[in-house]
């Protein structure tokens, strides 16, 4: 199997990885979060409750972490097709940026606040401030998703175009000998 074709499976898996990422996104902030924040802070004892066995801290790091690793692979093995590399660089950067830093950075102690030290800690009032500065963060961070899955999906499209038109260089010519 040659570098091309290693890179082309790459960049599927890479944006498959987003895709699935980004629709869990999608489930997490319609269906679980107006659940968590809907009267905090009871609604965090609830949620806490139901989530006593697995949480999306069990699936969002693993699979942000595969999605990091597809997607500079992608980079690093397919930067001679021209026409997707800067795209698909743009969508891991801003996974980066957008996902991983404003995570550890934003969401970390907001979830250490919110889920961890809780009522023990802090008032009702606290809580409910944080969880609003939460909710804010995370639609920041469901935007930035949408345009990394939007980048990572052009990018695959000009990978995927580039290696169509790459086994057959002049479709043209091809077509015009088959009306002879």
Not at 1 to 11: C, E, S
Not at 31 to 41: M, S
Not at 70 to 88: E, F, K, N
Not at 157 to 167: A, E, N, T
Request: charged fraction near 15%; include cysteine; hydrophobic fraction near 50%.
């Amino acid at each position: 199997m040659n570098n091309r074709r290693i890179a082309f499976a790459l960049t599927l898996a890479y944006l498959w990885v987003v895709m699935i990422h980004l629709g869990a996104l999608v489930f997490e902030t319609f269906i679980i979060y107006p659940n968590i924040f809907h009267d905090v802070p009871h609604s965090l004892e609830t949620s806490m409750t139901f989530m006593a066995v697995r949480g999306p801290a069990d699936f969002f790091p693993p699979i942000g972490f595969l999605s990091l690793l597809l997607g500079l692979s992608s980079v690093v093995l397919g930067w001679r097709v021209r026409s997707a590399r800067y795209w698909i660089l743009a969508s891991v950067l801003l996974a980066i940026c957008g996902e991983f830093v404003l995570s550890v950075a934003y969401f970390w102690p907001r979830n250490e606040i919110l889920f961890v030290e809780g009522m023990d800690v802090h008032s009702a009032a606290y809580l409910q401030q944080t969880a609003r500065e939460f909710q804010i963060g995370h639609w920041l961070r469901f935007a930035s998703n949408l345009v990394v899955a939007a980048f990572a999906f052009v990018g695959f499209l000009r990978f995927y175009r580039h290696r169509v038109i790459g086994q057959n260089p002049h479709p043209e010519r091809k077509e015009a000998e088959g009306r002879n």
